[in-house]
DNA sequence: AAAGTGATCATG
DNA sequence: ATGATCACTTTG
């Protein structure tokens, strides 16, 4: 019986929830009812004003917003005009960090799983807590994962630029 | 290898 | 108001 994750589980660090969300399932409800659900196989973590590949290297501005706000919210933005990427906000408030959903089985990559799932900037900002659009739920399945450096940040910094805070399932 | 695409942010 | 940048995908 897959349980909805609730606040505490988002509440973590970046860098521990995202190997934590893999293997779990992404839902989303759409408009007519339809109910759509993957097993995440691929994320990243993007941690706070330090990291020179976060959002939120800049600070605050209407677009980071939503990343400092409690963990459990969704940021979801579009990337180079086309691809809506969908991320899960963690942590504390005033904390402005985000675990990006890079794939999801059967769709692999950011932009993919978006398109699939019919995710974008109107699912900014919810709550995937309480719901009835977008959430994500654990059914007990934990699978072996692996590392790497974060795809397509070569704008960054070191040691930012090479950490592996990137993880995968096989 | 390079285009396609548009929101966002810094500048003026 | 304008211009540079960009957590990607597809095509050649």
């Known amino acids: ?78 990337c180079y005009g086309i691809h809506s990427l969908l991320n899960v906000v963690t942590g504390a408030e005033g904390d402005p960090q985000a675990v990006l959903i890079r794939g999801v089985e059967g769709f692999d990559g950011p932009g993919k799983l978006t398109k699939a799932m019919d995710i974008d900037r109107k699912l900014n900002a919810v709550d995937l807590t309480v719901s009835d659009s977008l959430w994500i739920e654990d059914d007990g ?20 630029k090479s950490a592996p805070w990137r993880f995968f399932t096989e």
Not at 142 to 159: H, L, M, N, W
């Open 1 to 78: 019986m897959a349980k909805r994750l609730m606040p505490d589980f988002y509440a973590e660090h970046a860098l521990s929830v995202a190997p934590l969300l893999l293997g779990k399932l992404l839902v989303r409800r759409l408009d007519d009812g339809t109910v759509l659900k993957y097993r995440i196989t691929e994320t990243e973590a993007y941690c706070g004003e330090e990291d020179t590949a976060c959002h939120a290297r800049a600070g605050r501005t209407e677009r980071t917003r939503v990343l400092y706000e409690r963990g459990g919210v969704s940021y979801v933005y579009l």
């Open 141 to 160: 399945f934990v699978p072996q994962y692996k590392t790497s450096k974060r795809i397509g940040i070569d704008y960054a910094t070191e040691p930012y």
